[in-house]
């Protein structure tokens, strides 16, 4: 099955951008390419790319080099398997991006979108972009198909050498506090709407102030927060603080969804179009 579809970016980054000026004059300074051994500044035309291999010293390694190790061009997204999303750690997510019908792609991918959000399944696929091969996940959302880019294996780093607490001694009757303390807060849904970035809009804030000419005014201090001794007593006291009591909850733990049926042996290609606007 083959589907014509188009790619479009799925998240613009919200950062406030500063450009640096110089304090004297308040003009944009220019960022040059400086060389100590020569003490010259070095032109963009005068710069090669090099590999440490070794402590000061470099392989050097020209861009048609690079380019003759390519993957071959290709407009297809080659989906391998189909797995269930829970099986997928969100550590190998990368980026986010919408995958639209192009023409003649409406009816297959309605299908795709359809049997994929029924089955419980999101595909694992290859897809060569910018000559660089990313894997990448494909999955039923919103009524369509999100795509997003994934880390190999060997780029995400390993979790064994993190201290993870296992050293701790956990005293009766806190985890059932810990638990007491989940339950108080759990919802059923996530709603990232209700979400807002405070920082970058007292930012925000704080610049049409400067612009208008306006006074500004420091946001207050936060309150020192007191320093926890004692797990059970902070559980007691955050349990104390929403007006949930202390004894053990008895909400019941909500059941996990399982996945339903096995992976469905799909071949399927889609052809990814760039649409104009689409991935920078």
């Known amino acids: 099955m083959s589907i014509p579809i188009k790619l479009y970016t799925a998240t613009a980054p919200g950062n406030v951008s500063f450009n640096l000026l110089h304090a004297k004059c308040g003009s944009r300074i220019k960022q040059q390419t400086f060389c100590p051994v020569d003490n010259e500044v070095v032109e963009r035309s005068g710069l090669v790319k090099g590999y440490e291999f070794a402590k000061d010293q470099y392989v050097r390694v020209t861009d048609e080099e690079l380019k003759a190790l390519e993957g071959e061009a290709s407009k297809m997204i080659d989906i391998l398997e189909f797995v269930p999303l829970a099986q997928v750690d969100p550590v190998y997510f990368e980026k986010a991006y919408y995958l639209g019908a192009d023409k003649g792609g409406e009816k ?57 607490g296992q050293s701790a001694n956990v005293r009766e009757g806190e985890l059932e506090l810990a638990l007491q303390l989940i339950r108080g807060l759990a919802r059923d849904e996530f709603k990232a709407e209700q979400y807002k970035d405070d920082y970058r809009g007292r930012v925000m804030d704080m610049l049409e102030r400067k612009i208008e000419g306006r006074e500004i005014i420091p946001a207050p201090a936060p309150a020192e927060r007191p320093r926890v001794i004692d797990l059970m007593d902070a559980l007691k006291a955050s349990l104390a603080k929403r007006g949930l009591p202390e004894s053990a909850a008895t909400a019941k733990k909500p059941p996990s969804k399982a996945a339903t049926g096995a992976a469905p042996k799909v071949a399927a290609k889609a052809v990814a179009k760039r649409a104009s606007g689409g991935r920078k």
């Open 108 to 164: 297959p991918y309605r299908l795709l979108a359809d049997a994929m959000a029924q089955a419980e399944q999101v595909a694992v696929a290859k897809f060569v972009m910018r000559g660089k091969e990313s894997l990448v996940l494909i999955r039923a959302a919103q009524h369509g198909l999100l795509l997003h880019t994934m880390f190999f294996a060997d780029e995400v780093r390993s979790f064994a050498d993190v201290d993870k």
